[in-house]
């Protein structure tokens, strides 16, 4: 069930995206009288899923959820439609239209995407607001995983800042050290800064990393797995674990580190209820647990900060954010070219893009997640690759920088080996996402 709504809000938000995205075309084109012959969300090889002609345009879904498309008229596209180039042109195709005209319609796509996350962005602000967590609030300090660990990262140390920057919200502390060249990490640990280098061969298993580090939090129970007998033992929820046997504990990292210990026997384990202070006989099993949740809400640790928009002070604030977004992703593309990094290993396909989507419908994250992708969406799409609209933008601008257009033929095998390229990644990032399957 879990699946199927990850996946229903990711063809819902592709849908919405793939949508707008050909209608920037098509608005275009119909503004400069160019004809559209076909307009189609998902792609339709060998038939359709529906279809229907109104006026010179035949309007579509498809089955295969890849993208979508708008047939012109007058243009080599990845319909790879020849026959139509052979003929005289006409006034109304695209190969008859001024550059300044063809290179509207080319980024007519682009350009709804963009304004598209700005809008989203600014909507969200304003009915919903922000929340996020200070990284000066992180009283507990951090829990750290093996890869933290090993870089000298430990467990309680408060992350004052990147590069001697403070970094004012927690959840951006990851971004900064991958896509910010971070070299070093300042923590306070037991009373004293000190500066943890950033080694730069980090990077490439940070990318990979889905817990580096998180809150350091008390320990109260919230859920049991179906294999717990610790309910049986006498503990409840709410309950808040501070030891085990004869040694006190407070965190939750704390706990699994010695409990890890004591695989296959049973221990004390030492709780919190109201105003008592009880003990529990518990089993641990043979991964050295015992099946117990810790509550995982923030605001019953820490204090959250929240920011509330007007209808006014939204815009701005969206439109900041969605170019902030942009430079973001930007520079997280940029790690494609750094080969110590190996960013490429963690190219993902459908299969991960999906998995952003929360495993219950939150239509806040929904919105969220969709300008995020609108503006991945954008900039994929002006890559001066053949075969995507930056192609057909980098051939039009040589045509107005020189006055000279490409022949017919050498867009024919520009957009062939375009088509290649696109495919050569496609199956590269899929298949990496079928090895993670694998690898779980």
């Known amino acids: 069930m879990k699946i199927l709504i990850q996946a229903s809000q990711f063809l819902l938000s592709l849908s919405i995206l793939v949508l707008l995205h050909e209608f920037g075309h098509f608005i275009f084109a119909r503004l400069f009288k160019t004809r559209v012959e076909k307009f189609y969300i998902f792609f339709n090889p060998w038939f359709s899923l529906f279809k229907r002609k109104i006026g010179e345009t035949e309007y579509g879904v498809g089955w295969l959820p890849l993208g979508g498309y708008v047939k012109i008229s007058g243009m080599i596209d990845e319909s790879m439609d020849l026959e139509q180039m052979k003929r005289p ?22 350009l709804v995407n963009f304004i598209l996350a700005l809008f989203i962005y600014a909507s969200v602000l304003y009915v919903w607001g922000e929340q996020y967590l200070p990284t000066k609030n992180v009283k507990y300090g951090i829990e750290c995983d093996s890869l933290a660990l090993s870089m000298g990262l430990k467990n309680g140390d408060k992350i004052l800042s990147l590069d001697n920057r403070e970094v004012e919200r927690f959840n951006m502390i990851l971004h900064d050290l991958i896509v910010n060249k971070t070299s ?78 004591y695989k296959n026997t049973t ?18 099993n043979e991964m050295g647990k015992v099946g117990i949740y810790p509550v995982g809400d923030l605001s019953r640790f ?3 900060e929240k ?7 939204a815009i701005p604030a969206g439109i900041s954010k969605g ?58 799409n ?26 017919d033929k050498f867009l024919e095998y520009a957009q062939i080996a375009g088509l290649m390229v696109l ?13 993670q399957l694998f690898r779980k």
């Not at 920011?307 to 002070?313: A, D, G, N, T």
């Not at 990644?425 to 298949?431: C, E, F, H, K, Q």
């Open 184 to 261: 070093t990490i300042q923590v306070e640990r037991e009373g004293q800064v000190l500066s943890i280098p950033v080694p730069e061969e980090i990077i490439a298993p940070l990318l990979k990393s889905t817990g580096f580090i998180t809150t350091r939090i008390p320990f109260i129970v919230d859920e049991f797995t179906k294999e717990s007998s610790a309910p049986a033992a006498g503990i409840k929820k709410e309950d808040q674990i501070i030891g085990i046997n004869d040694k006190d504990l407070m965190f939750f990292d704390e706990f699994k580190d010695e409990l890890s210990k």
């Open 89 to 110: 042109p006409q006034p109304w195709e695209f190969r008859s239209k001024p550059a300044w005209q063809r290179l509207f319609i080319m980024t007519g796509g682009v």
């Open 267 to 284: 221990v004390q384990v030492k709780v919190s209820r109201g105003n008592e202070k009880l003990s529990f006989p518990v089993p641990v």
């Open 302 to 304: 820490f204090e959250l």
């Open 307 to 313: 920011i509330e928009y007007s209808f006014l002070s």
């Open 382 to 407: 002006i890559l001066p690759i053949p075969a995507l609209d930056g192609g057909h933008v980098l051939f039009l601008l040589y045509e107005i920088v020189t006055g000279r257009k490409p022949s």
């Open 423 to 435: 495919f050569a990644i496609l199956l590269y990032a899929n298949g990496n996402d079928v090895v």
């Open 323 to 380: 170019f902030s977004t942009m430079v973001s992703y930007l520079k997280q593309l940029k790690l494609l070219f750094r080969p110590k990094v190996k960013a490429y290993e963690s190219l993902g396909g459908f299969i991960k893009i999906g998995s952003f989507f929360p495993e219950v419908w939150d239509w806040q994250s929904f919105w969220n997640l969709t300008a995020l992708l609108s503006i991945i969406l954008a900039i994929m």
